[in-house]
């Protein structure tokens, strides 16, 4: 029984993911929520229990005789409706106090990497100054390394949260929000938009893919590449496909012509563990089912259905799927 109640909070907070819950924390910041939730869920659960208790008393003293003492109830009204909710919340509003440094905003020139996060409907663009490189729902990071992730929007408020790593944070229209991400170990952390943003909110996640610091300046040398090269010999049809289509009016894959901004970069899509925000696994067969109809997928995206045949479509899958 004990168990069972205990059990019940992790798993109403990680939404059955224990790869997206606060309760597995991953960071000293993410810890210090983890606390915090528990310290408020027992105070919650103290609070619950007592109004359970007079709930119980209420039913059972309504049988017996009415007793005349009015000082009873009115020390019930006090106690309960003023001392114990001042004294409980000021507890909890203590502890909150105590987490806030915490998980507040990195001072300036604190970190030694920035990631710049642009929210869109509904997809993640991930920048890294001083670089070329552009991806979008995976965020590559160095271990052991604290980053500061700069975050705003491209239309509407998201809010970028990776439950295991830190707090969330509000992307916001014309505002650079910032966050502390300081993971000591490798890898695969999922992070989900928490801010209800439109048809697409619940499929706008991400992945944090937190690497030892020599993979992960080897990974982004490689992105700084442009990938097109590589797309060559069976890639090659495909790449008519895209052109003829004409999906660079709104995506860019560097080192070709295609260079637009409405959708995801696509310089290394073949690369991503993802598409479309987190909606499917990517391989060839998810490419091409997505390029045949992107709306069965993810209803209201940016996408449209672009009428080609068969084969068009898996030699555009082909070719996408090259782009590494
Ligand atoms: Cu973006 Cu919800």
Redesign the pocket.
Known sequence: MKGAVLGAGPVLAAGCNSNQAITNPATSQAQQIDTLWWAMFAGAMVVFAVVLFLLVLAFVRRRKQPDHDERGPYMVVIGGGFVAPVVLLAVLFGFVVHVMPAVSTPSHGSTKQTVVVI?H??FWEVRYPGTGVVTANEIHLPAGTPVEVAVRSDDVI??FWVPRLNRKIDTIPGQTNRILIDAPTPGVYRGQ?????GVG?AL?AFDVIVQPPAAFRAWLAGQERTAAAQASGTAAPGMQVFQAAGCGNCHTIRGTSAAGGVGPDLTHVGSRPTLGAGALENNLGTLASWIADPQAVKPGNDMPRIPMTGDEAQALAEYLSALR
């Open positions: 929210a409907d509904w998201h809010s938009c928490s801010e209800f943003c909110h706008m």
